[in-house]
């Protein structure tokens, strides 16, 4: 085991050297800069800003003076927000985004991971019928258009919650950010669940299994629960990794300062380090989580081995 983990370990090197490469020159493509307002500046303060930040440097030389820096742990300096590293926003807002998001990971798999277990020990009833319908429609519809429907409803109607921003960390200032970033993935969950468990109940050995006469409960618990949830496993990596870095159109829609709102910003604005600051957090947080995934995928599992 140590050993894979090793070599995962290893191979995550260049997969993140490749990431970053391609994010970095597709935001030098891009048209404008972070120093192109609406009104210009004039063309000496434009000289000066530029020769600060290394801009009059060729595209080649400014990749691998980032790619120094990176390796030293420094992400570089914000150029929207003044004065800010980028180590300094994404660590602040990291801070939001993994509350917000574990918070939607636990509702959304525990949730999903119910509500396909019991679609599929009620396969073509109705209960099944309605938890289908309901994970087409949280697969279907947007979370933009989740969040202001429930902000509508339970906030400015029925005054149950807030209308946005983080406040206190309350359950009311929460619950409907993490609602709204958990429903897509909790359809997802449910639809994966549902049918993983479908087929596994009807694998031999569960039949062999239910003629020896064993409990409902220890079939379906024991036996068909573990062979039903690698479809789940593997898709939380890339699930908790969306989720923890926060999802940045929920956190502009709720005005919670996470990494996902600094992304846009950062994204909007031309502001290089800060989107290229998030893009190497995500690709961290999918490589590790991955990694993570692969060992429970061989706990459950007794065929995969990790030698």
Known sequence: MLSFVLRRLGSAIPTL???VTLSFFLMRLAPG?????????????MENLNKTYGFDQPIWRQYLIYMGNVARGDLGPSYIYRDRSVANLLSEGLSYSIRLGGLALLLALVG???????AALRQNKPTDFAVMSFATAGVTIPNFVIGPVLTLIFAIMLSWASAGGWGTGSFRDLVLPVITLALPQLAVFARLTRGAMIEAMSADHIRTARAYGLPARSVVGTHAMRG?????????APCAAGLLTGSAVVETIFAIPGVGRYFVHGALARDYTVVMGTVVLVAVFVIVFNLIVDVIYGLLDPRVRHD
């Open 33 to 45: 800069g972070p120093f192109n307002l609406e009104r210009p500046l004039p063309p000496q303060i």
């Open 228 to 236: 039903a949830m690698l479809p789940v496993v593997s898709y939380l």
């Open 112 to 118: 999903g991971v119910s509500a396909g277990l019991l």
């Open 17 to 19: 050297l490749i990431i």
